[in-house]
């Protein structure tokens, strides 16, 4: 029994439209990632201060999503802060803007968190974690991509340290701060 043409051709059809509706709904959802990338990469970049997209697409690519890299990137300055037991206000203030041109925005549960870190000086634990996420990001890293995090996040550490100044500049930085950044630089190379 022949089929009629007009079913074969309407068969056809549909098993054309059926390929190119998958074919979008792939296409659609290599856009969406595509974007997803694009918008992680914009806000890893900015959090973390580097423009380098390769480093930035090696930390995509490790799993390292901005809310983490906040905390990577924050974790030195709240410690520089508290070296010498105490936090003055010129102190708090260039942790703040530091953590908001990181974009950690006020309001936010990292603002949040960020403001506790300020107001109580965190559990020796905190750096002991940083410095064990530091490592693990050191065995995955090449050397110039890590020596280049390693430069954004000690600069910040340093300004922190900076602010409160010193008398015309002279010991601006504490025995205490630079012990801390001496210990941040050190889980850079210990790893």
């Known amino acids: 029994m022949a089929e009629n043409p007009q079913i074969l051709g309407d068969r056809g059809k549909s098993l054309e439209d059926e390929f190119f509706r ?11 990632e595509l974007k997803e990338r694009t918008t992680s990469r914009e806000t890893l970049a900015k959090v973390i ?79 002991a ?12 890293m090449s050397s110039q991509e890590l020596a280049s995090l390693k430069a954004g996040l000690i600069e910040r550490a340093k300004a922190v340290a900076r602010a409160s100044g010193g008398f015309l500049g002279v010991g601006a930085v504490s025995a205490a701060e630079q012990d801390v950044i001496d210990r941040l630089e050190s889980a850079f190379r210990s790893a």
């Open 49 to 127: 201060g580097i423009t380098n997209e390769k480093i930035i697409d090696r930390l995509i690519a490790l799993g390292i999503r901005p809310e983490i890299v906040s905390a990577l990137a924050i974790v030195p300055l709240v410690e520089v802060a508290w070296a010498d037991g105490s936090l003055d206000a010129k102190e708090r203030q260039a942790v703040l803007e530091r953590a908001e041109k990181s974009g950690i925005a006020p309001g936010t549960a990292d603002h949040d968190l960020l403001r506790s870190w300020l107001e109580k000086k965190p559990e020796p634990r905190l750096l």
């Open 129 to 140: 974690a940083w410095t064990e996420m530091v490592r693990g990001l050191s065995e995955r």
């Open 22 to 32: 998958k074919e979008n709904e792939r296409a659609l959802e290599r856009l969406r």
